[in-house]
């Protein structure tokens, strides 16, 4: 599971400004089929048009709106059999762990965000095929390129802060300002409180994947292996390695020995059925003969 939250790309060079491009661009492969919180079907021009509105107190050159991007590995929409309404019930439940990555008390009903799901990828300069020359930019990418594009505001939901404010929940003057780009992570002093620790974020939709859908993820498939293989000291990476191949190791087994309980118990369901037809010939050929009636008293009777 990747889980992204980029600062440039597509549309989001506008981020100071409407989301207006970004919407635009995110209907190239199929029109409308927005969804957030609570609704479904939400049309482009309803996306824009609230993400544009829920904004307080921001100068003109801040952040307006970011973009969250949920990509599952080929393996994890195998798992799921890439159903759309389990994506969107993931996204959901990536959303919560974004508002409560802030540290501020958040849910996900506090934010005001739109998704997508998409099923088409191309090649980009980072990807590695590009770079040496196998492939083309722009080229569709093989295999199940299912992922989901989340579009989110900046600004806590406006609506339910007022509601809460009238209602004496809340006792702050103004509604916060939610940057996933900030450098603050888990600060308790200062200006800014709380913060955004984007690792952090990246493991907890990784097992809230795994938690929703009973996904048994291997050690090679994690966030935390994959960011040591990138960043890990070279003894963390050999320990990481080491740990991963006996992982394997095990797994080989208890497949082995699941399927040499599989070949035992098909044996025993084809045994008896093969000793039943093997004593019936033998049944047969025991059993006596019966005299046979000679012709003659056949038509006459036997007693005449």
């Not at 959901?92 to 998704?115: Q, S």
């Not at 997508?116 to 199940?144: F, L, M, S, W």
């Not at 709380?194 to 990784?206: A, M, W």
């Not at 048994?216 to 000291?233: C, D, I, N, S």
Request: net charge positive; hydrophobic share 30%.
């Amino acid at each position: 599971m990747i889980a992204k939250i980029p600062s440039s790309g597509k549309g989001l060079s506008q981020r100071t400004g409407s989301c207006a491009g970004l919407v635009a661009y995110l209907e190239k492969e199929v029109q409308g089929q927005w969804f957030s919180l609570d609704r479904e079907d939400v049309p482009a021009a309803e996306v824009t048009q609230a993400l544009d509105r829920n904004k307080r107190n921001l100068n003109r050159d801040a952040d307006k709106y970011y973009q969250v991007i949920l990509a599952p590995s080929q393996a994890e929409l195998r798992h799921i059999d890439s159903d759309p309404e389990k994506l969107k019930a993931y996204t959901r439940a990536a959303m919560e762990e974004y508002a409560a990555n802030f540290g501020k008390g958040i849910e996900g009903k506090d934010l005001v965000y739109f998704a997508k799901v998409e099923h088409e990828r191309t090649t980009g300069p980072q990807d590695r095929a590009v770079q040496v020359g196998d492939v083309k930019r722009g080229q569709a990418k093989e295999g199940e390129q299912t992922h989901i594009h989340v579009l989110v505001s900046r600004t806590e939901n406006l609506a339910r802060y007022t509601e809460r404010k009238q209602a004496g929940e809340l006792d702050r003057k103004n509604p916060y300002h939610l940057s996933p780009l900030t450098n603050h992570k888990n600060t308790e002093r200062g200006v800014v409180t709380g913060g955004f620790e984007r690792k952090q974020y990246s493991e907890r939709v990784e097992q809230a994947f795994d938690q929703a859908f009973s996904y048994k993820r291997p050690l090679v498939e994690t966030f935390r292996y994959a960011h040591t293989m990138q960043h890990g000291t070279p003894e963390q990476c050999a320990a990481l390695r080491a740990q991963a191949m006996q992982e394997q190791q095990q797994r080989q087994a208890v497949q082995q020995a699941a399927q040499q309980l599989a070949t035992e118990q098909r044996q025993q369901l084809i045994t008896p059925a093969s000793a039943e037809r093997t004593v019936q010939p033998e049944q047969q050929q025991s059993k006596p003969e019966q005299p046979r009636i000679p012709e003659h008293r056949r038509s006459r009777g036997i007693g005449m």
